[in-house]
């Protein structure tokens, strides 16, 4: 049974296996599924009407960029934001950060921040993209989102990326839900403007919910409830917004530049290149309408505050999304490459790489001095973490790898007991990436790499699979 196929009238075999709770947010789920699909059927499919601009903050964007990114912010004054978070994570989930920076009615630039993959805090990367957005969330601008701001940043904190300063907040949820409703404003603010500044309680059915938090309602929002974004832009522009992929592996690298495609996670049974490339270009669209949509329902809200504002954007950029199909979106969300593009999988510490780099040329005999102070200074772990490196960029049996998600209860004791239970045998090499939460399992053969791609599905270590097996 496909997932939009999914019905409470004819439950699966393996429904009846499920706990309870199991089953609560089995049926919670398929009931957001066939209401999603119900409006699929009803409405013409969501397309931003604006020209925009993407861009993805990474440890690979250049500083160039991002200088480009903190004169635009300068120069603008309204920005929508929303936020993705890591299906089946608990606490720091957070994944992904969109702001728009409305630039016009008509033009705007959209940055996707992949919080998994950036730079290191002390780089001067990091600290340009934390002055951005700075600037973004201070100088008394329009900060408007679908629900509480605080809320959408809840999971980010530990990030020390993002800073609420002065700005003015627009829950523009509350404001839809409730057109004649008080505002709860902030005791520091000093300016009221004449479109409302105020907090709600929760989110919207749908958006950014937790599997485990069950409600036994239907999924339409009724009077007194906050409206959905899903039912706002339905009711408003008569347009189906998609939102099957609001539970999803947000923190998988959704730019294509980043090469985390060429690891299976979303292809069933083989690793299928298209599929994975596919599903990252879906979600990158999915963000970006999250975003355009709040936007658009907030410009039809509010027009007199856009009667006289008009920012250009920033010269040498090709604004080109407009009035454009769905595929040609993600065709345009395609890298282009060159030369085939190669992953790299560096294990030492940065700690260790700083020893053995020179940092300038030498003189031979100077060199060799250094060199052999480096070597006696290396501790006994270090050389082994050396050696152990030198291996697995030459032997051929450090090659064959398998990289899953995995629930953080796990260590290396279950795992080892949990592939023996399935006859897997790797090549010992187990290494649990506690940041990203994965864990990246090595394989000595062909035969044994196979074996283990068959068995081992992308949730096999899982909350539910621990919940089953210990």
């Not at 075999?13 to 706990?19: D, K, N, S, V």
């Not at 992904?96 to 805090?121: D, G, R, V, Y």
């Not at 009035?323 to 030369?339: A, C, Q, T």
Request: charged share 25%; aromatic share 10%; hydrophobic share 30%.
């Amino acid at each position: 049974m496909s997932r939009q196929a999914r019905s409470l009238s004819e439950l699966p075999e393996y429904y009846y296996t499920l706990t309870t709770k199991q089953q609560r947010n089995w049926r919670k789920n398929t009931k957001k599924i066939q209401y999603n699909e119900s409006l699929r059927e009803r409405y013409a499919p969501y397309r931003p009407s604006s020209n925009i601009i993407i861009t993805h903050l990474h440890h690979q964007t250049s500083i160039e960029t991002v200088e480009t990114l903190i004169k635009q912010a300068k120069e603008t004054k309204i920005f929508t934001v929303d936020t993705e978070c890591q299906k089946g994570e608990r606490e720091q989930s957070g994944a992904l950060i969109q702001i728009q920076f409305i630039h016009s009615i008509n033009e705007s630039t959209i940055i996707l921040i992949e919080t998994n993959f950036l730079p290191a805090p002390q780089t001067t990367l990091f600290n340009k993209i934390k002055e951005l957005c700075e600037i973004i969330f201070n100088n008394g601008n329009d900060i408007i989102s679908w629900g509480p701001i605080k809320k959408e940043f809840k999971e980010f904190h530990h990030l020390n990326l993002i800073d609420i300063g002065k700005i003015v907040e627009y829950n523009l949820q509350f404001l839809f839900s409730n057109p004649n409703g008080k505002p709860i404003t902030h005791p520091a603010r000093e300016k009221r403007d004449e479109i409302t500044r105020c907090s709600f309680i929760d989110d919207t059915p749908g958006d950014n919910e937790s599997d485990d938090d069950y409600d036994d309602q239907p999924v339409q929002s009724t009077s007194g409830e906050p409206a959905s974004l899903q039912d706002a832009v339905a009711t408003t522009f008569n347009k189906y917004l998609d939102k099957s992929l609001t539970l999803n592996y947000w923190k998988c690298g959704i730019d294509l530049n980043l090469n985390t495609w060429r690891t299976r996670l979303f292809s069933r049974n083989r690793y299928d290149e298209n599929i994975e490339k596919e599903q990252r270009n879906e979600m990158a669209k999915y963000a970006i309408n999250d975003c355009t949509s709040v936007a658009e329902l907030f410009i039809h809200m509010y027009p007199e505050k856009f009667n006289n504002y008009s920012i250009p954007p920033a010269k040498n950029y090709i604004n080109d999304l407009s009035d454009i199909s769905d595929d040609e979106l993600i065709e345009m969300l395609r890298p282009k490459f060159n030369n085939k593009q190669h992953e790299l999988i560096v294990t030492t510490t940065q700690q260790e790489m700083d020893e053995i780099n020179q940092p300038e040329p030498q003189q031979p005999q100077e060199i060799n001095q250094q060199q052999q102070q480096q070597q006696n200074t290396l501790t006994k772990q270090q050389k082994k973490n050396l050696k152990l490196k030198g291996k697995q960029q030459n032997l051929p049996q450090f090659q064959l790898k398998i990289k899953r998600p995995i629930y953080y209860r796990y260590d290396y004791r279950k795992i080892r007991s949990q592939l023996l239970d399935d006859k897997i045998y790797t090549s010992k090499q187990i290494t649990i990436d506690r940041k990203y939460s994965e864990v990246v399992i090595g394989f000595k053969t062909q035969e044994r790499f196979q074996y283990a791609t068959k068995i081992m599905r992308i949730n096999y270590f899982s909350k539910e699979s621990y919940n089953n097996r210990w």
